[in-house]
Each structure stands twice: as structure tokens, then as C-alpha cells.
């Protein structure tokens, strides 16, 4: 054989070959003997030469996939090398032969990668015997043995990938679990009998709805109920090894199964759901359709261990809880604040495999498995893998063999079993849960089963997979299949097994009729606490001013512990400027700007004990490089923030430069927010508009999470936003949209005008104590206006304002302008440009919820007014024209009306032309300070858009 045809083939990754080559060389007897064997054939010089090679002289043409061809071998080389390189192609190709597809009728083709002639072998040396090199007992075995040996372990009913993860050790522990027992499967007979146990619970209970709650939607498991019994060991083998709470993510499709047979909610509660009772106990504001809601449980494991387990609701969006999960799992690693953290809270998130295959946020979240500020030490990934997406072929889904085949991305080792054979998928998972604890880091378990029905029990699939279904509709069941399988080997007698069925399908038929025929009447609940969804939180609540100062000496020795870096700490010279403003800023030498008071608001929180965490694209130093709260050493690019050194005993400060992702990120922080609700939680979008690409988020989770789940979030999203001629790409946050789905006081939209307003902002949404989202419009050009600034007095005093009056003179007012954000500044500067008096401009901080009270009394304190106009930059079809209108037209007085200024509707958020964007902002202060009056058309008009 050519070595360096073996060295440069697909049986080889170089990383790890140069590894176990630089350890062969020290200690040869360290590496696997079938390794030592080549080794010892080969001249290093020449494995030096392929480890050296410029990749760069690959070619990088796309063409069409070749044949393969298998390498040219010798049948003269010797046997260990022969050998070396036959274990080397099961262990990585070996899952291509497995018996692993519980539909498949008829034995498929050995894989090319398998063949004796593509590994250097004639059919005619079947009992020629060959050194075994370590794989056997015996030194030498005919080549047929070694090869059923090989079957046995890697082409059985579980394939393993895992030859291509990057990590040594890893490999060397997989082959030392599986190899020496030939991946023999030892269950006692009482973990035999448990599985059966949830073999039986989960296909009764599918079929008891079935039959009791006939057309109803409820995704059902069977054909994959292999998986309560895989969850079931996963948590207690879990347990077993620390673990002491577990975090399931999951779309629809067995869910309910999961509640009742892993969580043990009550199967009453769940009959209830599809009686479509009411619960009093259980009322969560809107609510949700049963198969999306989430429930937490305390379970006792066979070893005596309690574990808390939790699965988090999730909306018909497959997959988008997955960042939640691993949001809320950092979180509770964090609170516990200890270095095994990690080993003892592990998220588990089911898929499915046309989901998996087709959703990108599957791998947004997994690029965050090795990131500071992200990473949970490893997630186990199952697949609920029924082959056939809603109507759609695994062919017409995905371009890849596996539905997993994301995993190789990022270097996680994957188990694909067969869901009839649960032994080996419960082996697999004891496997997968070790992995996880011992190497930090993600695995996948592929359950390969079936849908026994279309995509709801409603649906017909044989429409669409007519051939398939043949094959399902005669097939038996894997309890069925595994409880005769106990009982051929005597393990379980046929009338025991038949007794437990009976017991089990009482229990169902008595918790049904309970349901039905309840004992008690439920208790009333007060009307008015059903109307606002018996939250806390009401409109006086929300409004409720909070008082928000800082003492002057605090907030001066914050800010000047923000301008300070340590001894020989190479700052940029640009950053030095910056640190001596920001010191005379703290010394009220200087007018506070935006970024500086942004972090005074941080730095007081701390100070008083509070966690901060920020994360977003390139947070550290901001978008428009405001914020600066971490510096970079210009010599060794060491990082340093200053808000970690305050004092001894402040909270916990996270500032992290997110991926470059939206959805994932943001899913993330509202998990962890979802665990720590006391804690400042900031996310910033790179521009405002950038969010479009976390609307997932945004619309099922932080805007109705509290109405339908009852769940409470403080997640804070910044989201730059103004209109300076940027384009339409980076002028607007859409702030009609956040408009448009506010309502049952769901969250806070603010468009902060100053400093100071950020920095009470930021401060009352974590004294208030009852955790609401909070929307904020961040400026661009604001952040260096002159006029956008505050003095330390504006910090130590007062509160947030929902609404800010003109300090102009009221008397003789006839015209009132209200705006929001950064068109103040611009309305003020013509106001003075053109010399317009009796003109007052007040400033609506708060669009939701909206202080009408405070609006009302500003209205009546310009008694004179006569013209009443809203001025916006947006379009008129976007900002917050269309939802402010009718609530500022019910606070002005008898015969009022409101007009509009602002740009005209638009397709298009903004112009891409500066003189253009000139042109518009002339016309629309023209349209506000000019002489001319709209006709009665025009404000018909504008009304009625």
C-alpha cells in the first residue's frame, strides 16, 4: 500500500493522526495498538510531509460529486497495516450498514467505504488469519471473524459517528466503552421491566386520547415512543452522574406524552385541556393550545436522587425555544455560582428531523455551545426522526445524508438507533449522557422510528406517502414488540404484562371521568382579575413613578472609577480624550452625554448589588462607538472593564460581543432573563431595523409570553433608530410594529430623549419588581448632539418621565406639538431658526403604556392652544402616527383636531439619497412652522390614514 494514499484518503483526519503520530513517538504503548501497527510501517518523514502540506493547493472547484474510487492498495502490504485501516473504515463508515431504519423491508447494498477491495482485501483471504491489533482477545484471527467482529460492534442496531469529533481522548473512551464488549447491551431485569413500564405508559396513553377525544389535534408520539423511555434514562443516568436539573426544549409533536409520563402532570389536567375547561387554579391570561404549554416537576430517580426537570412552552415555531433553553440553563448555572455548575444543569432539546434539517436557528444556537457568555458545558440533542416532514420526503428537506449532519459542524457525536429496539437506544443514551458530563460537549441521540398518523390525527398520509404507510399500518408496535420479546426471554410473564396494561388503562378511564364528572365545583374567580389576566401589573402600576436617584457622591466616584484603566494599561489615544471628558463629566465639569450616562445607570446598579448583563453585536465599545465600557490594551490586546471594578461585593457585570445573530441571541437573553428576572438584561441590535431578524422572538415570546404562559421576562432591547439619510436599511427600529402588538400591558416602548431619562429608565426596570419587557429607541446622531445632554443634578434627583413639558410660557400658546425621540431636537432648532413663538413642543417619552393623564393635564395647561399637530420623521404609514392618533385626539379638548407633519407614506422605511432625505425634512417642517393651513380635505385625509 501507498501511505500516502492512506494518509491523504477519507478514512483520515490529519489533526488527530499527528496527534496520536507525536505521541506514538514518546509513548507508543499510550495509543491503540491498531494505530501503534501502522505507525510502525510508516516513514515519518513522509507522515511529516502530508501534515505540512499547503491546503491552499486543493482545488476549489464545484463540479458534481465524483464516483468514488477506491485507493490503489497493495494486497502485499502488510497485515497490520491491512487491518489498521479495516477497523479505521468501521469505526468511521461502519453507522452506514447499521440496521438502524425500523421501515426498511429489505437488506441494502455494504457501502463502497466497506467493500474488501476498497480496503485491500480479496474475498479469497475470508480465513486467512490476520493480526487483530488489539480489537480481540486473540493476537490473531481470520479475517471473516474480524470482520463479524467489527459488524457486531459498529453496523448493529445503533450507528455510531463519532471518528471525526477533532477530540482524541473522546474517540479513545467511545472505543474503550463499545469495542472490548462488542457494544453488548447489559440491562438488569428491573431496568428492563421499567422500560417496558414507559413503553406501556406512553402507547396507552396515545391511545386512550385516540379513542376518547376522536379528530382532536394532540401530535401524537406513537411510532417514536421509544422516546419516554430514553428521557427517563437520560435522567437517571443523569442523576447518577450530578446532574441535579434538566431542561427539555420541544416543538408539539409528543409533548403531551412528555407531560404526563416524564413530568407527571396529571393526566386530569390534560383531559381537562381537551374538554376545553377552564382551570381557575391554572389560568395563565390568553392561554395556549395544550400541546405548547410548559410545566416543571420534582422527580424522585430509581437511586433515591430528586431532580427538578423542566420543559419550556413553545410556539408553533420548530425550534425557536432552542436558544430559550440554553439562555435559561446559563442563567441558573450562573446562580449557583459554583465551578461544577455546568455538571449539574444540562439542557436537552428535541427536534425533529425535517426541523433540524431545515431551521436555522438550530445552528445559530449551536455556535453558541463554545462561547463566553453562552456556552452550558453541552446540550444532548434528540431527534424525534419519523422520516417525513408534515407531507415532505427526507430527500425533498434537506441535502444531507443525516437529518444530524449539523453535528459535524461542530463536533458533536451522534447515535442514530433504532426506535424498535429500546435496549439499544437506552444504551446509547447512558452513552450520550456520559459524553456530555465528561467532555463538555453537545451529542446527538437519532431516534429512527415513524409517524403512525399524518402530521396531526386529522391529516391523512397516504396521500402523499402512500407506500410508506402500507408498511406502518401493518406493523406492531414497539411495546408490543418489546413486551413479547420480555417474555420470550422469561423476564416477564404474558399475564403480568397483560395485568399492567389493565391497571394502567383503569387509571386513565378513572382520571377521565373525574374530568368529566368533577366532585366539586370550581371556584369563581373575581371577573375583574380574569379581564388584565390575573397578573400584578396594572395600568396605575405601570405608571406608577418610581423614584430612581442616585446620590451625587455615588454617582461621582462610579464615574470615576469608569474612567479609569490600570498602571501601564496602553489605552488608545483617542480613548484617553474620552476618559478625561468622562472624569469631568463625573466632577459636573462637563454635561453629561448619552454614553456616559448609559453606564452611570450600569455602574449604579452595580454598585447597589444588582447583575448587569449586555450582549449584542459589538457591544463593548457600541455600534457607533459610544459606549466604551470595555478597553482594549493597544500592545497585547488585553481587555479591561472598568464597571467590574467599582467596589468589593458589587454585582455580577457580563458584557459580551454576541455571534453575529438575532434570533439566536435574543432567545437567549430572554431565557436567561426567563431565570433571572431580578437582573439587568440588555440586548442591543446593531441598527434598530436589524431586529427583523429576531421577530420570532419578538412576537411569540417577549410580547405574549405573560399572556399566554404566564411567564414574566425583564429583557431590555435597545434599537437604534433616527432618521439622518442613512438609508432605508439604517434609519428605522419600526416602531409601529412594537406599537401594533402592544396591548393587555404586555411590555414598556419607550423613545428616550436624554441621558438622564435613559438612566431612570434603566434603573426602574429593576426596582419596579415586577419584571416587563422593555422596548427602547436608542439615538444615532444624538449621541454627540450638544443639546442631547444632562447634568449630575438630573441624575441625583427625580424619576423617568412618561411625558416632558416645554419649559415655554404658557400663556398665549396656540399651537402644541407632540413627538417622541429625536425630532424634538430638530423641531426645537427650527423653532428658533424661523423665530416661531407661541409654539410649545411636548416630548411623549413613553408610547406604551401611554400616560393620558399626564397628557391631559399638559392639554389643559395650554388652554389657549388652538392647533394641535404630531410631528414624526417615519413615514406616515410607520413611527407611531397610526397608533397615537386616536389616543391624542380623546385628550384634546371639545372641537380639537389633530393634524399631521412628517414624510409621506412609503414602501420603504427611508431614503437612500441625502439631498432627498434634505428635501423631506424641509417639506415636512415647512408643512409644521409654515403659514399655510391644511385644508379640510387634507385632514380628512390625514385622518383617515
Not at 510502525?40 to 493547493?57: H, M, N, P, R, Y
Not at 417474555?487 to 378511564?509: D, P, T, Y
Not at 404630531?870 to 372641537?895: F, R, S, V
Request: glycine content about 6%; aromatic content about 10%.
Amino acid at each position: 500500500m501507498d501511505p500516502q494514499s492512506f494518509l491523504n484518503s477519507a478514512f483520515s483526519n490529519v489533526d488527530i493522526i499527528e496527534d496520536l503520530h507525536r505521541k506514538y513517538q514518546t509513548h507508543p504503548e499510550s495509543i491503540d495498538p491498531s494505530w501503534k501497527a501502522l505507525f510502525a510501517q510508516l516513514d515519518g518523514s513522509l507522515v511529516e510531509e502530508v501534515f505540512t502540506q499547503d491546503s491552499t493547493k486543493q482545488s476549489t472547484t464545484v463540479e458534481t460529486v465524483p464516483q468514488p474510487v477506491a485507493p490503489s492498495v497493495s494486497k502485499a502490504a502488510s497485515g497490520e497495516l491491512r487491518i489498521a485501516r479495516l477497523i479505521n473504515a468501521y469505526r468511521t463508515y461502519g453507522h452506514l450498514y447499521a440496521k438502524i431504519n425500523p421501515l426498511e423491508t429489505e437488506s441494502f447494498e455494504e457501502p463502497w467505504e466497506l467493500k474488501f477491495e476498497t480496503l485491500g482485501f480479496d474475498p479469497s483471504e475470508s480465513n486467512t488469519l490476520f493480526p487483530t491489533c488489539g480489537l480481540m482477545e486473540e493476537a490473531e484471527a481470520p479475517l471473516s471473524k474480524i470482520i463479524d467482529t467489527l459488524k457486531e460492534i459498529y453496523c448493529c442496531n445503533i450507528g455510531i459517528e463519532y471518528m471525526g469529533v477533532q477530540n482524541p481522548k473522546l474517540i479513545q473512551w467511545v472505543q474503550e466503552q463499545i469495542e472490548p464488549t462488542k457494544f453488548t447491551i447489559k440491562l438488569s431485569i428491573e431496568q428492563k421491566r421499567m422500560i417496558l413500564q414507559h413503553l406501556n405508559k406512553s402507547e396507552l396513553f396515545e391511545s386512550f386520547l385516540h379513542t376518547k377525544y376522536v379528530g382532536q389535534k394532540r401530535f401524537s408520539l406513537e411510532g417514536g415512543e421509544t422516546l419516554i423511555p430514553i428521557l427517563a434514562g437520560m435522567i437517571h443516568t443523569g442523576a447518577d452522574l450530578g446532574l441535579e436539573q434538566f431542561d427539555i426544549g420541544m416543538a408539539h409533536r409528543g409533548r403531551l406524552n412528555v407531560l404526563s409520563n416524564i413530568l407527571d402532570k396529571s393526566y386530569s389536567q390534560i383531559f381537562s385541556e381537551f374538554e376545553d375547561r377552564w382551570l381557575p387554579n391554572t389560568y395563565e391570561g390568553s392561554g395556549d393550545v395544550k400541546y405548547h404549554k410548559g410545566f416543571s416537576s420534582s422527580i424522585l430517580t430509581e437511586s433515591g436522587k430528586n431532580v427538578l426537570v423542566e420543559l419550556a412552552p413553545n410556539p408553533s415555531h420548530l425550534e425557536a425555544v432552542n436558544p430559550v433553553v440554553e439562555g435559561y440553563v446559563k442563567a441558573k448555572q450562573i446562580l449557583i455560582n459554583n465551578d461544577d455548575a455546568q455538571l449539574r444543569v444540562v439542557p436537552i432539546l428535541i427536534h425533529g428531523d425535517a426541523a433540524i434539517a431545515g431551521q436555522g436557528i438550530v445552528y445559530e444556537t449551536m455556535q453558541m455551545y463554545g462561547l463566553d457568555g453562552y456556552s452550558t458545558g453541552g446540550t444532548i440533542h434528540v431527534v424525534i426522526n419519523n422520516q417525513v416532514g408534515f407531507t415532505a420526503q427526507p430527500e425533498e428537506g434537506r441535502s444531507t445524508l443525516y437529518c444530524t449532519d449539523i453535528a459535524r459542524a461542530f463536533n458533536a457525536p451522534v447515535f442514530h438507533v433504532n426506535g424498535e429496539d429500546p435496549e439499544s437506544c437506552i444504551f446509547a443514551t447512558m452513552l450520550a449522557v456520559e459524553i456530555r458530563q465528561k467532555f463538555n460537549c453537545d451529542v446527538f441521540i437519532d431516534l429512527i422510528c415513524y409517524r403512525k398518523y399524518g402530521h396531526n390525527e386529522a391529516d391523512e398520509p397516504a396521500f402523499t406517502q402512500p407506500q410508506e404507510y402500507q408498511i406502518i399500518r401493518k406493523k406492531k408496535g414497539v411495546r408490543e414488540i418489546y413486551r413479547d420479546d420480555l417474555i420470550q426471554q422469561g423476564v416477564l410473564e404474558r399475564h403480568m404484562a397483560e395485568s399492567l396494561e389493565e391497571e394502567f388503562k383503569q387509571a386513565l378511564q378513572e382520571a377521565l371521568h373525574g374530568t368529566r364528572y368533577p366532585e366539586e365545583e370550581a371556584p369563581k374567580i373575581n371577573p375583574e382579575e380574569i379581564a388584565r389576566g390575573n397578573f400584578d401589573d396594572d395600568l396605575a402600576g405601570m405608571l406608577r413613578s418610581v423614584p430612581t436617584g442616585v446620590d451625587p457622591e455615588t454617582l461621582r466616584t462610579i464615574g470615576e472609577k469608569i474612567a479609569m484603566t490600570p498602571e501601564g494599561f496602553n489605552l488608545h489615544r483617542k480613548l484617553k480624550q474620552l476618559n478625561k471628558d468622562r472624569l469631568a463629566m463625573a466632577n459636573d465639569q462637563k454635561a453629561i452625554d448619552w454614553g456616559m450616562g448609559e453606564l452611570l445607570a450600569y455602574g449604579s446598579l452595580l454598585w447597589d448589588g444588582s447583575s448587569v448583563r449586555i450582549s449584542g453585536q459589538d457591544c463593548g465599545r457600541g455600534t457607533f462607538s459610544h459606549r466604551h465600557a470595555l478597553f482594549v490594551d493597544q500592545v497585547n490586546q488585553k481587555s479591561y472593564l472598568p464597571l467590574q471594578h467599582l467596589k468589593e461585593g458589587q454585582g455580577r457585570l457580563d458584557v459580551i460581543n454576541s455571534l453575529l445573530s438575532e434570533y439566536g441571541v435574543l432567545g437567549f437573553e430572554y431565557g436567561y432573563s426567563l431565570a433571572a428576572p431580578e437582573n439587568l438584561i440588555v440586548w442591543e441590535a446593531q441598527f434598530g431595523d436589524f431586529c427583523n431578524g429576531a421577530q420570532v422572538i419578538i412576537d411569540q415570546f417577549l410580547c405574549s409570553s405573560e399572556q399566554k404562559w404566564g411567564q414574566k421576562n425583564n429583557v431590555v432591547m435597545l434599537l437604534p433608530h433616527g432618521y439622518e439619510g442613512q438609508g432605508p436599511e439604517h434609519s428605522s427600529a419600526r416602531m409601529e410594529r412594537f406599537l401594533t402588538i402592544s396591548a393587555d400591558l404586555n411590555w414598556f416602548v419607550v423613545d428616550a430623549s436624554t441621558p438622564a431619562q435613559l438612566f431612570h429608565l434603566f434603573r426602574r426596570q429593576i426596582y419596579r419588581k415586577s419584571p416587563k419587557p422593555l422596548v427602547v429607541f436608542t439615538p444615532k446622531a444624538l449621541l454627540r448632539h450638544p443639546q442631547c445632554v444632562s447634568s449630575l443634578s438630573d441624575f441625583a434627583k427625580g424619576a423617568f418621565q412618561e411625558v416632558i413639558d416645554d419649559p415655554i410660557d404658557p400663556q398665549d400658546v396656540e399651537h402644541v406639538i407632540f413627538c417622541t425621540g429625536k425630532v424634538y431636537y430638530d423641531a426645537i432648532a427650527e423653532r428658533e431658526k424661523r423665530a416661531v413663538d407661541k409654539t410649545a413642543i411636548i416630548r411623549i417619552e413613553q408610547l406604551y403604556p401611554l400616560h393620558e393623564d399626564k397628557i391631559r393635564a399638559l392639554i389643559s395647561k395650554y388652554s389657549q392652544a388652538t392647533d394641535y399637530c404630531w410631528l414624526q420623521e417615519e413615514p406616515q404609514n410607520m413611527g407611531a402616527w397610526q397608533y397615537i392618533q386616536p389616543h391624542l385626539t380623546e385628550c384634546l379638548p371639545e372641537g380639537g383636531n389633530l393634524r399631521y407633519a412628517g414624510r409621506n407614506r412609503s414602501a420603504a422605511s427611508a431614503t437612500g439619497s441625502i439631498s432627498r432625505h434634505k428635501r423631506e425634512y424641509e417639506r415636512f417642517m415647512d408643512q409644521l412652522f409654515g403659514n399655510k393651513r391644511p385644508s379640510i380635505f387634507d385632514v380628512a385625509g390625514q385622518n383617515r390614514n
